[in-house]
């Protein structure tokens, strides 16, 4: 079983984050956030890392034995799963197209034996009806419940509503203002002071550039 306990000291990488002149042109590998003692964290993590070589697209085919229309880079799926499968809370996505992302978030829920939810957003109907399909299709989809709604309106019903995630996976958005979507979803963060901060990661998949790090917000 996974845990993050507090004052748990979390490697962020910080020399990979990239400039925007760089971005799409490089490509940083895989560097584990948390501390785990072999290679991967367990057989799935293993599967993605063998399903692509750096720094190419993952398979799906060959990661869940279905097609999911979407481009994950190997980086990517392998640091999605890992702060999926060792934070406590509950996760958000932000952006979920047809569910691949998604899929590997459920599937590191799962295998982290905590019962943590996720909610993944999107702003397109058939884009939430996909990302369904393809959870129930690979048998993910227990503890997870799909959105259709503007990032914005949802952030604030969240707030509004006290609630608060410990990994907040931004992928809604194809340009390069991440430090204003940053602070706007700050206050969905777990608050200041307590066991474990919230860890947030930013994707970029359209313009094909790979932000491998992981970073605390508070």
Request: charged share 20%.
């Amino acid at each position: 079983m996974s845990q993050l306990t507090a004052g748990e000291q979390l490697r962020k990488h910080l020399d990979t984050f990239l400039a925007s002149d760089v971005l799409g042109k490089s490509f940083p590998p895989y560097q584990p956030t948390f501390t785990f003692s072999a290679e991967y964290i367990d057989e799935f993590h293993m599967v993605l890392g063998a399903s692509a070589k750096e720094p190419g697209l993952v398979n799906p085919k060959h990661i869940f034995g279905i097609l999911i229309k979407g481009s994950l880079r190997r980086a990517d799926a392998l640091k999605l799963y890992e702060i999926g499968y060792f934070v406590n809370g509950d996760i958000l996505e932000l952006g979920s197209y047809h569910g691949l992302s998604t899929c590997i978030l459920s599937q590191s829920n799962h295998n982290s034996a905590l019962e943590k939810r996720i909610y993944s957003l999107d702003l397109n109907a058939e884009n939430c009806r996909k990302t369904m399909e393809s959870l129930h299709a690979a048998k993910l989809g227990r503890c997870v419940e799909s959105i259709c709604s503007e990032a914005a309106a949802a952030v604030e019903r969240f707030a509004t509503n006290g609630q608060r995630f410990q990994f907040v996976f931004i992928d809604h958005s194809h340009t390069n203002r991440f430090a204003k979507f940053v602070e706007c979803y700050q206050q969905l963060s777990v608050p200041a002071g307590s066991a474990s901060s919230t860890i947030s990661m930013i994707g970029e998949m359209k313009i094909q550039t790979s932000l491998t790090t992981a970073f605390t917000v508070r």
